[in-house]
C-alpha cells in the first residue's frame, strides 16, 4: 500500500506583489527560496491534507458508528411513517365504504345493480383490512428487527457509544509515535526553511552592499561572514531535516500495518450494518408488495364476478313486479254497508252481542240490572276476569269501577243509565 502524506504544509503564495516586497526588504518568497534550492522536496508536497493517514483524520472513519446507530433510527421513523400512511389509508377505506353503503341504501338504485355498487364497497373494506395487516407487519416485523439488532450491536456509555470510544483509541494508539515523527519532520522543516530565508537575505544584502560606496570594507567583510554562516546554518538543518524524513519513513510501513488493522475492524463492523440494511429493506419490500397476497386476486375476482352478476333485465322485471304493471289491484267492485262495531269490543263476539242486549232490551232500570247480573253470572264460569271490581280486568265494560259495597255499572251512549245495585246481587257468591 503506498502512503502519501503531506510533510510540508507552506503559506498559499499572495503572488507578485508579495514577491516585490519581500525582494525590496531585501528578502525572497519563502515558495521561491524553497523551489530553488531544493525542487526534490516538491513530490513530497503534492498530496492534500485530508488523507486518511494524517493526524486525526481517522474520525472520519470512526464517525460511522454513530451514523450507524442514528441510521438505525432514521430507517424505524421512516418505516413507521410508512405504517402511519397504511393505516390511515385503510382507515379512510372503511370510512369511504361505509359513507356510500349508506347512501346507497338510502338511495335510489336496486335490484343487481345496488349489489353492483355495493361489490365495490366490499373491495374498499377487504383492501382496507389487508393494508392494517401491512401496518401491523411493519411495525411488528420490520420495525421490532431493527429495535433488536440496534440493541445488540451498539451500547451507549456516558459520552459516546462504546463501539466509537474503541476505535477511536486504537486509531489513536497506532498513530501517536508516527505523529512524534511527523512533527519532528515538520518542526526541522520550518527550521530548514527559516535558515533558506535568512541565507538569501543574507546574499541579497552583500549583493547590494558591493555597489554602495558609503560602506565600510569591514561592513562588507561581516555581510560576507554573515552569508558563511547561514550558508552552514542551512546545510545543518538541511540534515536534520533528511534525518527525520528518513526516520518517519521507517517508521510507515509499521505505521500503515497498526492502521490498516484498525481501519479493517471498522470496515467489518460497516459491513454487518449494510448487510443488515440490505436483509431489513428486503422485508419492508416483502410488507408492502401486496400484489404477492393470495388474497388480493380474490378480491378483485369476486369484485369482477359481482359487476358481472348485474343483469339489467332482472332489474326491470323486479320492478314491473313491485312498482309497476305486474302489481296486484284491489279493482273497485259493489260493497255493502259495513256492520256496526260492537259495543264491548274486548269480549268475544257473543258475549258481547249477549251484553248489548242486556243494555238496549228494555228502558226500565231494574230490568236493565236484572238482565245485566244474570249476563255477568253466566260470564263468570267462562271468563274469571269478567264483573269488575277485586283487581280484576276491565275490558267488559271499559267503564266499570267499583266503591265499597256497591258497584255503579255505566256505559257511554248505550241505553239508560243503571242505578246502583247491591254487590250481593251481582255478586251473590261471594
Not at 48 to 58: A, R, V
Not at 233 to 247: F, G, P, T
Not at 284 to 289: A, P, R, S, T
Not at 370 to 390: N, S, V
Request: hydrophobic letters at 35%.
Amino acid at each position: 500500500m503506498a502512503l502519501h502524506v503531506s510533510y510540508g504544509r507552506r503559506q498559499k503564495c499572495n503572488g507578485k506583489l508579495h514577491h516585490m516586497l519581500q525582494y525590496l526588504r531585501g528578502a525572497v518568497c519563502e515558495c521561491r527560496t524553497a523551489m530553488s534550492h531544493h525542487s526534490d522536496e516538491q513530490s513530497m508536497l503534492t498530496v492534500t491534507s485530508d488523507s486518511f493517514w494524517e493526524p486525526g483524520n481517522y474520525k472520519r472513519t470512526t464517525r460511522r458508528v454513530d451514523d450507524g446507530h442514528r441510521l438505525c433510527g432514521e430507517l424505524q421513523a421512516l418505516v413507521q411513517e410508512r405504517a402511519d400512511i397504511e393505516k390511515t389509508y385503510a382507515k379512510s377505506l372503511r370510512g369511504w365504504a361505509k359513507k356510500w353503503n349508506d347512501l346507497i341504501e338510502k338511495g335510489p338504485e336496486y335490484g343487481t345493480m345496488e349489489a353492483a355498487w355495493k361489490g365495490g364497497m366490499v373491495e374498499a373494506e377487504r383492501l382496507s383490512d389487508l393494508h392494517l395487516t401491512v401496518r401491523d407487519r411493519l411495525v411488528n416485523d420490520v420495525i421490532a428487527q431493527i429495535k433488536n439488532w440496534q440493541k445488540d450491536t451498539y451500547h451507549k456509555s456516558m459520552i459516546q457509544l462504546k463501539e466509537r470510544k474503541e476505535m477511536d483509541e486504537a486509531f489513536k494508539k497506532a498513530q501517536k509515535p508516527w505523529a512524534k515523527f511527523l512533527q519532528k519532520v515538520e518542526r526541522t522543516r520550518l527550521e530548514y526553511h527559516t535558515a533558506c530565508k535568512q541565507e538569501r537575505t543574507a546574499q541579497n544584502q552583500e549583493r547590494n552592499a558591493g555597489g554602495d560606496s558609503s560602506l565600510s570594507p569591514d561592513q562588507v567583510k561581516k555581510m560576507a561572514e554573515r552569508v558563511s554562516k547561514c550558508r552552514e546554518e542551512v546545510s545543518k538543518s538541511r540534515e536534520k531535516y533528511q534525518a527525520a524524513l528518513a526516520e518517519i519513513t521507517a517508521y510507515n510501513p509499521r505505521y500503515i500495518e497498526d492502521m490498516s488493522g484498525v481501519f479493517e475492524r471498522c470496515q467489518q463492523m460497516e459491513a454487518q450494518r449494510l448487510t443488515f440494511f440490505k436483509d431489513v429493506l428486503f422485508s419492508f419490500h416483502k410488507c408492502l408488495n401486496i400484489s404477492q397476497e393470495p388474497t388480493l386476486p380474490q378480491i378483485y375476482e369476486e369484485f369482477h364476478h359481482t359487476i358481472n352478476n348485474a343483469d339489467h333485465q332482472k332489474d326491470l322485471k323486479w320492478w314491473a313486479n313491485n312498482h309497476g304493471v305486474n302489481m296486484a289491484m284491489a279493482w273497485p267492485q259493489f260493497e255493502e254497508e259495513p256492520s256496526a262495531t260492537p259495543l264491548f269490543q274486548y269480549l268475544p263476539e257473543a258475549a258481547s252481542a249477549m251484553l248489548t242486549r242486556a243494555v238496549t232490551a228494555t228502558t226500565s232500570a231494574a230490568a236493565s240490572a236484572w238482565r245485566w247480573t244474570r249476563g255477568l253470572r253466566r260470564l263468570r264460569a267462562r271468563l274469571p276476569f269478567c264483573g269488575g271490581g277485586g283487581g280484576g280486568d276491565d275490558r267488559v265494560a271499559p267503564d266499570c269501577w267499583v266503591y265499597g259495597n256497591a258497584a255503579m255499572v255505566r256505559r257511554h251512549g248505550v241505553g239508560p243509565r243503571v242505578s246502583v245495585i247491591d254487590r250481593d246481587v251481582i255478586y251473590p257468591n261471594r
